[in-house]
């Protein structure tokens, strides 16, 4: 398994500004991942970050609006946009280290960064 | 479309017990994995049980089994001798083609 680190552990906005949100891995993996948990809710995934290409949004999610970067294969950033109430949540970074074939697996967790916009 | 449901939101279970939650998915792909993830309210997600679609054999992991019924796409987690620290909420998941899709959760108390 990947020990994974997330800074900050929780932070509270004001409504318009943004928040970047590091997750650094302690071992080198293909593919990182960005998931959101509304309150009471399940994990959604935001983006699948690629090392040296953009990232990849799910439907419903914009680059605009949740930038991310992949500078390197042990580090990835999320930046929340222009905030407002209902990003309110939390944001987990998730890595996969099994790389190869066409198919996703295992995926171990970051401790995750509670989001309160005001 | 890959989908993932839990229709039991929430479990309770005397300490000692045994119990078991539910999972269906839906897929069409031949090839995927199935998993349960604990999430206590620290929240950090722990990965419990590992299930390979390709094999027949249900996985364990300690206390931790389950019954993967393939024809039925049904993925269920049995935990037995229940302890205190088994509190927590209970996503089943699914990772084939897409990363994992996980099911809305079902929370479980441990009653001493």
Do not use: H
């Not at chain 1, 928040?19 to 399940?42: A, E, H, K, N």
């Not at chain 2, 993830?37 to 620290?42: E, F, T, V």
């Not at chain 2, 390979?52 to 249900?58: I, P, S």
């Not at chain 2, 037995?80 to 994992?100: E, R, V």
Request: some cysteine.
């Amino acid at each position: 398994s990947a020990v994974i680190s997330q800074k900050p552990s929780r932070d509270i906005c004001q409504r318009g500004t943004s928040l970047t949100i590091q997750c650094q891995v302690d071992s080198q993996v293909t593919m990182m991942f960005w998931y959101r948990q509304q309150p009471g809710q399940s994990l959604t995934l935001i983006a699948t970050a690629n090392q040296g290409s953009e990232a990849t949004y799910e439907s419903g999610f914009v680059i605009d609006k949740f930038p991310i970067s992949r500078p390197n294969l042990t580090f990835s950033t999320l930046t929340v946009s222009n905030m407002s109430p209902e990003d309110s949540s939390i944001y987990l970074c998730s890595v996969s280290p099994l790389a190869g074939g066409s198919y996703y697996n295992e995926q171990f967790f970051g401790p995750g960064t509670r989001l309160t916009v005001l | 479309a890959q989908t993932v449901t839990q229709s039991q939101p929430e479990m309770s279970v005397q300490e000692a017990e045994t119990v078991t939650l539910s999972c269906t998915y839906d897929t069409s792909e031949s090839d995927y994995y199935l998993f349960w993830y604990k999430q206590p309210p620290s929240r950090q997600m722990i990965l419990v049980i590992r299930q390979e679609a390709y094999k027949q054999q249900n996985a364990t992991e300690n206390r931790f089994s389950v019954n993967f019924q393939k024809a039925a796409k049904s993925f269920s987690l049995k935990i037995s001798d229940s302890q205190l620290g088994d509190a927590a909420m209970y996503f089943c998941a699914l990772a084939g083609n897409t990363p994992l899709v996980f099911g809305k959760g079902t929370r479980l108390s441990v009653i001493a």
